[in-house]
Nanobody
Framework: QVQPVESGGGLVQTGGSLRLSCAAS????????MAWYRQAPGKEREFVAA????????YNADSVKGRFTISGDNAKTMVYLQMNNLKPEDTAIYYC???????????WGQGTQVTVSS
């Protein structure tokens, strides 16, 4: 099984940028569809962006379209979330999510805090 490990969170001002990283621990992400989710205080966890290695399909939530970009490296050991033009409402804990292809198994990272000040 794979264990996602996030990094790159921090404090940024409105309009700033951050790049989150998700590293594969234990094996590569090649057998998984990858996604980023986030959870703000008092709110449910929500989908942010996803990437499928086969065909390179990418999906974004409407709230981040045009601002966030998900990508991965060729070795399939890293997944990134480039976040531009950040807003205070983007403040949340961001989680990396791996879904094993052909099964119901999913794996979550421990999360990384992103705080956007106004």
């Amino acid at each position: 099984q794979v264990q996602p490990v996030e990094s790159g969170g921090g404090l940024v001002q409105t309009g700033g940028s951050l790049r989150l990283s998700c590293a594969a621990s234990g094996r590569t992400f090649s057998s998984y569809d990858m996604a980023w989710y986030r959870q703000a205080p008092g709110k449910e966890r929500e989908f942010v962006a996803a990437i499928s290695w086969s065909g390179g399909s990418r999906y974004n939530a409407d709230s981040v379209k045009g601002r966030f970009t998900i990508s991965g490296d060729n070795a399939k050991t890293m997944v990134y979330l480039q976040m531009n033009n950040l807003k205070p409402e983007d403040t949340a804990i961001y989680y990396c999510h791996a879904r094993e292809l052909g099964s119901a198994y999913v794996y979550w990272g421990q999360g990384t805090q992103v705080t956007v000040s106004s």
